[in-house]
């Protein structure tokens, strides 16, 4: 069965630190994406990928980097986190022809900025 | 550039009645639109999906959904819900780039015993 693995599956970070978020996919998609989910809110695209070793912005790049080094992984780096960064976070992939933007979702990622 | 609204944060239903959650879109051109459901602490699930053709679209679980081009909607819809159903519902759409897809606030569906 198709799988999108997220990790960690929640941490805790200090203001100003490195955080990286990593997402492994099993799909043979060619989509990957991160979206930032707030407390009863919606999701927001972070940042998508529809290739390995590019990347691509969505509506709230800024604080974030992503790296997709092969198809398989993509990971979302913060590289100063900062309280307001504090959500949960997912990756999904999604294929192309007919399974096009179908996502396929993680479980999740809950990060906490203190 | 597209936007999709979810005008009903919270719907509350009895086991057995039937419901519709409400997703209204704005964009001019050709468009996907989409139904996810996330279950409390879970990622999202796709549902079902429309681009074309018949404007009542089945999905998963007795779902289905109702395109309206002159309204600008697409409203999911369930004959009898379960207490499993109770669920945050988003609504999605795709476009210009059909790979991206923009997400609603959700809709929160609770189904009471």
């Known amino acids: 069965e198709a799988a999108v693995t997220q990790s960690p599956r929640s941490k805790v970070a200090v203001t100003g630190g490195k955080v990286t978020l990593s997402c492994h996919q099993t799909n043979n998609h060619d989509y990957m994406y991160w979206y930032r989910q707030d407390t009863g809110h919606g999701l927001r695209l972070i940042h998508y990928?529809?290739?390995?070793?590019?990347?691509e912005k969505g509506d709230i790049p800024d604080g974030y980097k992503a790296s997709r080094p092969s198809q398989e992984n993509f990971s979302l780096i913060l590289e100063l986190a900062s309280l307001s960064q504090t959500a949960v976070y997912f990756c999904a992939s999604s294929g192309t022809g007919g399974s096009q933007n179908t996502l396929y979702f993680g479980a999740g990622t809950r990060l906490s900025v203190l | 550039t597209q936007t999709v609204s979810q005008s009903d944060a919270h719907v509350t239903v009895f086991e057995g009645d039937s419901v519709e959650l409400r997703c209204n879109y704005s964009?001019?051109?050709?468009?996907?639109l989409s139904w996810y459901i996330q279950h409390h602490g879970r990622g999202l699930q796709f549902l079902l999906k429309?681009?074309?053709?018949?404007?009542v679209v089945q999905g998963v679980n007795g779902f289905e959904a109702e395109f309206s081009k002159s309204d600008s909607s697409f409203h999911l819809r369930k004959a009898s819900v379960h207490w499993s159903d109770s669920a945050v519902y988003f609504c999605a759409v795709s476009a210009p780039n059909y790979n991206v897809l923009y997400f609603g606030s959700g809709t929160k569906l609770t189904v009471e015993p």
């Open positions: 990928s529809y290739v390995a070793d590019s990347t």
């Open positions: 964009y001019g051109g050709s468009i996907y």
């Open positions: 429309y681009y074309s053709g018949n404007p």
